[in-house]
């Protein structure tokens, strides 16, 4: 299983965020039901952490008006050696 972050943006106006709101919470699914929104920042987008096999089965969450402005992002976190292996390769960029 992957961990994907799905940002979904949606309008700047009132109704805009009412229905995308709306939309996510009529699904019933728990991911929809459980995002983070921007609105209040000014940010208008909502974001989700999902945990599954890919992109595609990240982006089939949504509701279908908002898969296609989506975006999704695999994440990772870097171990200690690999940290290491990634300094050096930058490193070795930076002075080849």
């Known amino acids: ?3 994907f972050m ?3 943006p949606h309008e700047d106006s009132k109704a805009a965020c009412s ?3 709306l939309i996510f919470h009529q699904s019933g ?3 929809l039901t459980h995002a983070e929104w921007g609105c209040k920042d000014g940010v208008h987008s909502a974001w989700l ?3 599954v096999e890919n992109r595609e089965q990240a982006r089939q969450i949504l509701p279908p008006a908002y898969r296609s402005k989506a975006r999704i992002v695999e994440l990772n976190t870097w171990s200690g050696k690999e940290l290491e292996a990634l300094a050096q390769i930058h490193q ?5």
């Open 92 to 96: 070795d960029s930076i002075s080849g």
């Open 19 to 21: 229905k995308a709101v």
């Open 49 to 51: 952490e999902v945990e």
């Open 1 to 3: 299983m992957g961990r």
């Open 29 to 31: 699914s728990h991911f």
């Open 6 to 8: 799905i940002e979904v």
